[in-house]
């Protein structure tokens, strides 16, 4: 079975540039999480999908970053503009169904981006 | 709002000898917490899943426990390997708003 897939793997940009990550999830999983983990820190949650509906965003500074999920398939994540606090390992996860009480999460090598 | 402290932020130890790693949550309104590993520059992979209602769970050499009433969770990997330095990280499943949240990790470093 093919693991979460996330493109770019590596992304350079300057502040207040905008950039768009890639995630494709393990086929037939419909909940999608993104993360951001800053150097040194544990992951954040920024967003969490469940099929196209979102479950849960409330870390998700809205005025910079956005994500979809249109078919409940694939995502993207964008930051436009960006900053410097924004550099980051941004990670995709998913798992089969969400539902509470919880299952275990599959993770994304992730994107490392640097603002410089 | 859910805290999720992992205490020490950095371990090590001789291989052989048995890892002992702590996880504490605020918040015992838990559906789960998980634990992963973490490798330089990679994703985290999943070791364990523990359910609220259960109180541990174990896989080969890796045991976790889960105590929702003193709001700890504890990890134990027996005879460790270099193989198993690695950052591991536990997570949690807020019962309120559905919330996750991951601790702030160990980073282990098991010496030959």
């Known amino acids: 079975e093919a693991g979460v897939a996330q493109s770019p793997r590596y992304k350079i940009i300057e502040k207040r540039q905008s950039v768009a990550f890639w995630c494709n999830p393990i086929?037939?999983?419909?909940?999608l999480y993104w993360y951001q983990q800053i150097l040194g820190q544990g992951p954040k949650l920024l967003i969490q999908?469940?099929?196209?509906?979102?479950?849960?965003d409330s870390q998700l500074p809205k005025d910079r970053f956005s994500a979809e999920r249109l078919k409940g398939v694939d995502s993207t994540l964008k930051i436009q503009p960006a900053k410097l606090e924004d550099s980051a390992v941004y990670l995709c996860?998913?798992?089969?169904?969400?539902?509470?009480?919880?299952?275990?999460?599959?993770f994304g090598p992730g994107t490392r981006l640097l603002v410089l | 709002k859910q805290e999720v402290t992992q205490i020490p932020a950095a371990l090590s130890v001789p291989e052989g000898e048995n890892l002992v790693l702590n996880c504490s949550f605020t918040?015992?309104?838990?559906?789960?917490l998980q634990w992963f590993r973490q490798d330089p520059g990679k994703g985290l992979t999943s070791l364990l899943l523990?359910?609220?209602?259960?109180r541990e769970q174990t896989s080969g050499r890796l045991n976790a426990s889960l105590d929702k009433s003193s709001g700890r969770s504890t990890l134990y990997i027996a005879a460790s390997q270099p193989g198993d330095s690695a950052t591991y990280l536990c997570?949690?499943?807020?019962?309120?708003?559905?919330?996750?949240?991951f601790g702030g990790g160990t980073r282990v470093l098991v010496k030959p």
């Open positions: 996860a998913s798992s089969s169904s969400g539902r509470q009480g919880g299952e275990t999460q599959y």
């Open positions: 086929s037939g999983h419909a909940t």
């Open positions: 999908f469940q099929n196209n509906g979102v479950v849960d």
């Open positions: 918040d015992s309104a838990i559906y789960n």
């Open positions: 523990i359910q609220s209602s259960q």
């Open positions: 997570l949690s499943l807020g019962a309120a708003g559905n919330k996750l949240t």
